[in-house]
């Protein structure tokens, strides 16, 4: 059941009630005499959800077994999903039948004709074949693209994990698993995704409408844990989130992030699409959803390649979610990558299948914008980086959650800054991924090394060659409000152990380095451009940004074709952002 957790006092409220150790059975027991209706345990974070009444509410939260009670909160594919529509007449589009197979398609296609592994620098030979990718998401249709690599599939959204079929309503899920590891076998290779070949485990937590509550993501997350090993998962993708409503420390969703990292599992987390206002184009800061607020997640923003391989005309998504994060001001988003205008596979039956402004040149894909997208890629690079440090390996130990993040920034590659007068780092974190040198950097790397003792074997040069252009890599790392400059991947410092998740300081050996301090020093700049506050701006507590975050109110389009409308039998065009017909 939906509940409105805005309604008066006689309404009931979803709540995820966390407890102290030991304290589990009490609390229960005392729920269940107050009324209130008893969900899920979640182990992983000492909690359990619950429908409660405003009576019942308030009995829990003066019990001394409980620590925190949070909000069953709904959350959306994407935080705000922003879609983009096909604008060219010219192109020419394929047919499909019902069961996904491909029919005529055009003559001897490009490999890669949107450039999305030649801006990462990706070689045919680049593999990550070994890696195991929970996509806790809208579910996966079997497509051809990817039918052979989905080697597990749950549904959450029932109230407990089933194994099913795989399937996917709303067609979000299967786009985002195209982006990660679609071969591109129904467009003849025009349309691939990053790695071709990683595993896919399918946990559905999202309906046909593309939304679901933080109870069934947790459950996914916990399960995901307590099978790494059996599944195989390395990797956990989260293309969704809802509003900040709490500290970090609290929040249930960014604490099952938490343990998932400590459990050794690299979680890759949209930022958001909430950065920039949709009818003055004015950037708005502070708008990282939760649990991209998470410290260990690698937080994805987007950034705007225009198709094209070199970097030069690439820039920040208008939309992407800027940071730093509310009520913590840790920096975010980590990185930033390719986001903006993708073409991936999708379920021709589904929600966004069938919508015909959505629809690439090629049946049955989708062309998609968001961070959603952008999150999918760096799953993608961060399994290339995992294979490549597996297969040339041969001193032993695997890379940690933290190296794998710090190798992924080190390797990036900044953006062009148009504005100087806010840090970079609110928009793009260390840079955009840049693959090939990330993979190069998780070779030369040995694990086992003495700690504080160099630990990059080879010789590596911090720069990277890409459509015949040379990029010098970042060489910094975001960390909490902090920015860390030099050397910082040269030595095996007990920040990449295994039990260290990233957190607002870093810890080398007995001492605190710190760099420098951005939120602190910017604080005046960045303030004056809040998205969150009592009541989210350009939108109300419920419904962030733009509209009721799911399909009925969805904003269409890219920086220059933007649609506002509730279906694309409603569309209302504009120029741009600030100049749109709204």
Known sequence: MDLDLRANTSAERRIIVRYREGASERVRHRLAASGGRLGREHDSIAALSAVVSAEGLNQIAADADVLSISSDARVYAGAAQVTTTITDERSRTATVDDSGRKGRLPITPPYDVQALRQTLGIRLTDSASSVGIALIDTGIHPSEDLRNRITAFYDFTSGRAVAEAPSDPNGHGTHIAGLIAGNGSLSNGRYVGVTRDARLIGLRVLDAKGAGYVSDVIAAIDFAIARKQKLGIDIINLSLGHAVLEPAATDPLVQAVERASAAGIVVVVSAGNMGQHPKTGEPGYGGIASPGNAPSAITVGAVRTRATATREDDEVAAFSSRGPTWYDGVIKPDVLAPGQALVGVSNPRSRLGKKKALQADVAPYLKLSGTSMATAVASGVAALVIEAHRRDDDRGGALTVNTVKAILQYTAIAVPDPDTSTPAAFEQGAG??????????????????????????????????????????????????????????????????????????????????????????????????????????????????????????????????IVWGDDDEHIVWGDSIAEGSL
């Open 432 to 561: 955009a991924l840049n693959a090939a040198g990330a993979i190069a950097l998780s070779r030369a790397i040995t694990p086992t090394a003495w700690p504080s003792a160099p630990w990059v074997q080879n010789a590596v040069v911090p720069f990277t060659v890409i459509a015949g252009r040379q990029y010098t890599w970042a060489q910094h790392i975001v960390w909490g409000d902090h920015i860390v400059w030099g050397d910082t991947l040269a030595y095996r410092q007990l920040a990449w152990s295994k039990h260290i998740v990233w957190g607002d300081h870093i810890v080398w050996g007995d001492h605190r380095i710190f760099g420098r301090s951005l939120t602190a020093e910017f604080f005046p700049i960045w303030s004056s451009h809040i998205v969150w506050g009592d009541h989210i701006v350009w939108g109300d507590a419920e419904h962030i940004v733009w509209g009721d975050l799911d399909d009925e109110h969805i904003v269409w389009g890219d920086n220059e074709h």
